[in-house]
């Protein structure tokens, strides 16, 4: 909920002191976005002249046609969007479950696994890349969809997420539940998930995040430029000297656009006053 | 473990209402917890255990003239000895003593605020702070080279209106540090604020309207009811932040490349070029090897604490 | 939805467990495409490289299927740097998933082979050896392994390309053609200063991008000399290597050197007249980006010799190249060879190739052929390609860059930076990168 007592006639300056510092925040965070959007309408002869540009330029159509041209960035558009889509809505199922487990219960060898789940976040993905990408080629997986949804579905920082933000649910609602007589996947799916909607939410943000942008791994399990994602089809833009960089923020540009609208639409989710289930009944 | 209000005691014996459940004294089926654990089991049997064994082994050998040869622990002697990766050590704990106190701090404020009822225009505010963590590596790392180029960068173009000269913002070891904390600021603080908002929002009203009427000011009603509310998700943010920044590698990668003269070499950045730069992957999972080590200690420790201070 | 009421039992939930292990660890190997019969040129191979190579590849499938009908070649783009990667990974999981070709740069090259030596195919096994006579020796040297195996032919074989603003030279009454060495170059630079307040050229002073090393390679190829020798030893800190520093640090403090720290942007900037830099020396395919990106600036920019270094000495070095590469893994090696020998190594493949792409060729025909040494009007009519064949010409040596170059490369870059930021003393300075490249990879210094 939010602290509601701050707001009142007495105090009516706060609002303004509060937004316009947010504001100045705001502005910071977003500069280098729109000095992004800026240069997509730019050739790439001029991106980057002295002093930077403030105003759009005249290249938008040609950066744009230039970067479906070179690329088939509106294949790898869908192919992000289908791997990116599907891994959330399974990585959701996955983490959320095994939070729960971690959360709600009391068994055998509870703190040694979430032990195990914190190492296996320690290692970096560097090190694990060659024997991932040996697995999938045992597996005959490359150039396919399950090698990128797959491996990092159990991912550690969605099971941590889940797990804090379940254990503040109150053990007697899920007792109740199972007093009334629903069984522990009704329990699960009916008390405990709709509770716990605004870390879903952001737990699903993150989700589609991590994946849409990943880079390393989909490089080198894709092999046909018809199934690249964006960060792939991306980077083949790269040369030496030979970048076209106009195309190159366009693409950027154009991948960022389906996040932040799924971010203006799941933000509501995280907001109070739309939460079913509340905790304090 | 981490339940903050009080549990009911399990009823012993049968229920009476479903005499065909077989419950254990718990409550609930003993297998329940395994069966809701089994995908992610799964999934880390399958392709979690495999590499991680593979990169161990990986660590105890070494490429002689092509050859793959059984090396022992020579490779972690090798580490020991190494000035280089001491160096790393310390960049990036450096880095990390510096920034994720910062960054933290930031992104409990900038909940609080997105959370309040008075500020305006919420919703836009929030997709600002947002944009930073959506932009990809590469154009983030162009931009914000151009930013912050010595000579005509925004961001000195901006500081010499202060009459401040032109700061070499990528070129002194000093301020290279600087210009890496300042982007992974720009690129975390609204992930965490968000994972903080989303938290707050199980914060029963009550509870500020209890504190409002014993007469608490803004801020104490914040310290004693906010930030206790939050207490989860301090946990994870602190640990996953700590984590991230011992791993550090794509801040360093595409703004200074680890320079100048390895002032902004981190442990992350060191393996990569072991393994994908000099094609040495013993030596490079052996540094994997050595941060997991070293990330467990400080996690432990960092666990230990939060549980203490409950 | 129905739950099931009844709890699968442990043993099943166990056997499920071992099954996926098995699947995921013993892994099965799946049946590929069956493999084409050897000595078949026919089938589909993919080449993996990046744009502009790709260009030049592109250009030439065409009249490579008319010769070989119903053969599909594949080039990809991967991109440069992400190409890098790709291979390395590909190598490293025992040469699986990689491409039939593979465009790989000679700073590569050398550790490929070392660290992954059974991964590439000796083209003698498929009659490369015809082609030797056709290259440079210094490129095909630096494509071929210890014994003599041909493990790359050349594609790109870069001279060093020596750029400077003829405008400039004359607003400060000078004339380059009479600057014969290094030395003299940097007393101009300092009239240029004077007078055109212009910068004689531009470094990247704190090595924010891994390659700021081009101007000492390039005064090291002038005097014959590279990180290492013939036999492996470390030669960065000999005499030459400190006369090349110890160049760029006086150059230093004369304050003619601009700073342009962090990226190609920046030195684009110096191509266009937007920064005030009156000479650019990278590699010879330079004179297309300054084409491409500072049309504005046609006939302001001239093409040279670079000075020697000492007096008579050469004026001419070797900045590179790339090769094109058979991995074994590949279920096609005729075909692959087939396409490659079409593009690489016959005068029919070269001109589309070169037309396609522009990348400057080592295939001596193509070198020598009528048009290739045309002039240029962009660069006042001079015959650029000329003066890189000129350079190729000379007696330069065959330059080693064996598998430790990117060790060398960064810790010849941390020295550089400790030179031009901190002042040190370039024989200490390089004294020191010597050491820490022979304490990581066990080599010699060779001057011991």
């Not at chain 3, 005030?276 to 093409?303: C, D, F, Y």
Request: with cysteine; charged share 15%; net charge neutral.
């Amino acid at each position: 909920m939010s602290d509601v007592t701050i707001a009142g006639p007495k105090r009516p300056g706060r609002s303004l002191v509060l937004t316009t510092a947010i504001a100045a925040g705001a502005v910071l965070m977003a500069l280098p976005f729109y000095w992004l959007v800026i240069a997509t309408t730019y050739d790439a002869h001029e991106i980057f002249s002295t002093p930077p540009h403030f105003l759009p330029g005249p290249a938008f159509i040609d950066n744009f046609v230039g970067l479906f041209r070179d690329t088939l960035f509106g294949r790898s558009m869908a192919n992000s969007m289908l791997v990116s889509t599907t891994y959330t809505a399974l990585g959701l199922v996955v983490c959320t479950a095994a939070g729960y487990a971690f959360a709600k219960f009391k068994f055998r060898g509870q703190n040694l696994l979430f032990g195990a789940l914190l190492v296996t976040l320690a290692l970096p993905s560097q090190v694990t890349l060659v024997p991932l990408f040996q697995i999938m080629v045992n597996l005959g997986w490359l150039d396919s969809y399950q090698a990128l949804i797959l491996p990092n579905l159990a991912l550690p920082f969605g099971i941590f997420l889940m797990r804090q933000s379940m254990s503040a649910i109150p053990d007697e609602m899920i007792q109740a539940a199972r007093i009334d007589g629903a069984n522990e996947f009704r329990v699960f799916a009916q008390v405990v998930v709709p509770t716990v909607r605004p870390a879903l939410s952001a737990l699903a943000i993150f989700l589609f995040l991590a994946q849409w942008n990943d880079f390393v791994y989909p490089l080198v399990v894709l092999r046909s430029p018809e199934s690249y994602t964006v960060p792939v089809a991306l980077a083949s833009l790269q040369g030496i000297g030979t970048t076209d960089y106009g195309q190159l923020l366009m693409g950027t540009m154009l991948s960022m656009l389906p996040i932040l609208v799924l971010f203006l639409f799941l933000q509501r989710q995280f907001v109070a006053g739309i939460l079913a289930g509340a905790v304090k009944q | 473990m981490t339940n903050t209000l009080e549990t009911t005691t399990p009823k012993m014996g049968k229920k009476t209402n479903s005499p065909r459940r077989r419950r254990s004294s718990v409550g609930y089926p003993r297998i329940t917890p395994y069966l809701f654990l089994a995908p992610m089991i799964v999934l880390f049997v399958g392709f979690k255990l495999y590499p991680y064994i593979s990169a161990f082994w990986l660590s105890l050998t070494k490429n002689v003239g092509g050859e793959i040869e059984f090396a022992g622990l020579d490779n972690y002697t090798r580490l020991l000895q190494d000035p280089l990766f001491y160096t790393a050590l310390g960049n990036t704990g450096v880095i990390l003593l510096v920034q994720v106190p910062i960054m933290l701090v930031l992104a409990i404020v900038l909940a609080v605020a997105f959370n309040s009822v008075i500020l305006k225009f919420r919703g836009f505010w929030r997709t600002a702070y947002f944009v930073p963590i959506v932009m990809g590596l590469v154009a983030y790392g162009i931009l914000f080279r151009a930013l912050f180029s010595t000579n005509d960068g925004f961001v000195n173009y901006l500081v010499g209106f202060i009459g401040i000269s032109p700061i070499p913002w990528l070129a002194d070891p000093m301020w290279a540090k600087v210009s890496i904390v300042i982007a992974m600021t720009w690129h975390y603080t609204g992930q965490n604020a968000i994972i903080y908002l989303a938290q707050m929002q199980s914060i029963g009203g009550e509870l500020y309207e209890a504190a409002h009427v014993d007469g608490a000011s803004a801020f104490q009603r914040f310290w004693h009811v906010t930030l206790p509310g939050i207490r989860p998700a301090m946990v994870l943010t602190v640990i996953l932040s700590t984590i991230g920044t011992l791993q550090l590698f794509d801040e360093p990668y595409v703004l200074t490349n680890g320079g100048p003269d390895n002032a902004t070499l981190t442990v992350g950045m060191y393996l990569y070029q072991n393994g994908f730069k000099y094609f040495d992957f013993g030596y490079a999972s052996a540094i994997g090897y050595a941060l997991t080590i070293i990330i467990g200690v400080i996690s432990l420790i960092q666990l230990r604490l939060f549980k203490e201070k409950s | 939805m129905k739950f099931p009421t009844t709890t699968p039992s442990r043993r099943s939930v166990m056997t499920a467990f071992a099954a996926a292990s098995a699947v995921a660890l013993v892994g099965c190997s799946t049946s590929k495409n069956p493999a084409t019969s050897t000595g078949e040129i026919g089938g589909k191979i993919t080449v993996w490289t990046w744009n502009a190579p790709g260009d030049g590849l592109k250009a030439a499938i065409p009249a490579f299927q008319k010769l070989h009908p119903g053969v599909e070649v594949d080039v990809q783009d991967v991109g440069n740097p992400a190409i890098w990667d790709k291979i390395t990974t590909g190598m490293a999981a025992g040469g699986n998933g990689l491409a039939d070709v593979l465009n790989i740069g000679i700073d590569y090259m050398g550790n490929y082979v070392e660290k992954f030596p059974k991964q590439l195919v000796d083209l003698r096994d498929v009659g490369a050896d015809k082609l030797a006579e056709q290259f440079p020796a210094g490129a095909w040297k630096s494509g071929s392994g210890p014994k003599g195996q041909v493990y790359g032919i050349p594609y790109e074989v870069n001279a060093a390309g020596f750029f400077y603003r003829n405008d400039m030279f004359k607003e400060a009454g000078l004339d380059y053609e009479n600057i014969k060495t290094w030395d003299e170059l940097l007393e101009a630079g300092v009239t240029l200063k004077a007078k055109t307040g212009s910068a004689l050229f531009s470094m990247d002073k704190a090595g924010s991008v891994g390659d700021s090393a081009g101007l000492y390679e390039l005064l090291m190829g002038l005097q014959g000399s590279f990180y290492f020798n013939a036999a492996g030893e470390i030669t960065m800190n000999g005499a030459e290597g400190v006369r090349a520093l110890g160049l760029i640090k006086k150059a230093n403090e004369l304050g003619i050197v601009d700073d342009v720290p962090g990226s190609w942007d920046n030195m684009l900037a110096g191509l266009r007249g937007e920064r005030k830099v009156a000479t650019t020396a990278s590699g010879g395919w330079l004179s297309g980006v300054i084409e491409n990106e500072a049309p504005k600036m046609a006939g302001k920019w001239s093409v040279s010799l670079p000075p020697a270094v000492t007096p008579g000495g050469l004026t001419g070095a070797v900045n590179g190249g790339t090769y094109l590469s058979v991995p074994s893994s590949s279920k096609n090696q005729q075909t692959a060879w087939a396409f490659i020998n079409f593009a690489l190594g016959t005068l029919e493949g070269q001109k589309l190739v070169y037309a396609g792409g522009g990348m400057f060729p080592g295939f001596k025909p193509m070198l020598e052929s009528e048009g290739f040494v045309a002039p240029n009007p962009f660069f006042g009519g001079q015959k650029v390609n000329q003066i890189f064949i000129d350079e190729l010409n000379q007696d330069t040596p065959a330059v080693n860059y064996t598998s430790d170059y990117a060790r060398a490369l960064k810790s010849y870059v941390d020295a550089q930076t400790r030179v031009l930021l901190k002042g040190a003393d370039p024989k200490a300075a390089l004294d020191e990168a010597a050491n820490q490249v022979a304490q990581q990879t066990g080599r010699k210094l060779a001057s011991n």
